[in-house]
């Protein structure tokens, strides 16, 4: 059974700033791997499939990367409007995410 | 306009029942596999079922399976979440959501806005 770890669970960063937030699976999962944002409130809204491919209408400081089992979510220059949970998600076999991370602001 | 709505969610006693609804529009739901997500309160996403496009084929989590059952109408463009035996830890946001490349290995690009199941006495 797959495992996917989340870290860090909580990432204090300005406005401004790079974010790195980092997904591990516990065995490969190829590059079947999609990132979610989810505000308060709000249902999740798909960034990343493919690992690294942005989704319809997402912005380009939105980066994906890794595949197999070590996957990272970049934003290059944090928004007011990023400050959310972020969730990674496993579409190899069935899907299975992460537990989040969740970005605030420092 | 491309959306899902859910419907039917409420307070229900443990050991009861209830239907939640998803209604779609603005894409061929005919030929698109669909699924449940929940997330529980303060806590993270958890895939529930899926359902092929014609509704030939359904899948469970372990923590549903044999309690809650998944459902399409094409033609009505609607799919069902029918949940029986429910428990506590079954309160959480039910989502429906569509997956882009296959019933057991999509991920979701277009989601409901939930709709809130809490299992009390």
């Known amino acids: 059974e797959i495992v996917m770890t989340q870290s860090p669970a909580t990432l204090s960063v300005s406005p401004g700033e790079r974010a790195t937030l980092s997904c591990r699976a516990s065995?490969?999962?190829?590059?079947?791997l999609a990132w979610y944002q989810q505000k308060p409130g709000q249902a999740p809204r798909l960034l990343i499939y493919?690992?690294?491919t942005r989704a319809t209408g997402i912005p380009a400081r939105f980066s994906g990367s890794g595949s197999g089992t070590e996957f990272t979510l970049t934003i290059s220059s944090l928004q007011s409007e990023d400050f959310a949970v972020y969730y990674c998600?496993?579409?190899?076999?069935?899907?299975?995410f992460g537990g989040g991370t969740k970005v605030e602001i420092k | 306009e491309v959306q899902l709505l859910e419907s039917g969610g409420d307070l229900v006693q443990p050991g009861g029942s209830l239907r939640l609804s998803c209604a779609a529009s603005g894409f061929t739901f005919s030929s698109s596999a669909m699924s449940w997500v929940r997330q529980a309160p303060g806590k993270g996403l958890e895939w529930v079922s899926a359902i092929s496009s014609g509704g030939h084929n359904t899948y469970y989590a372990d923590s549903v399976k044999g309690r809650f059952t998944i459902s399409r109408d094409n033609s009505k463009n609607t799919m069902y979440l029918q949940m029986n035996s429910l428990r506590a830890e079954d309160t959480a946001v039910y989502y429906c959501a569509k997956p882009t490349g296959g019933v057991r290995n999509g991920y979701f690009d277009l989601w409901g806005r939930g709709a809130l199941v809490t299992v009390s006495s």
């Open positions: 493919g690992a690294s």
């Open positions: 065995q490969s999962v190829s590059s079947n």
């Open positions: 998600q496993q579409y190899n076999n069935w899907p299975l």
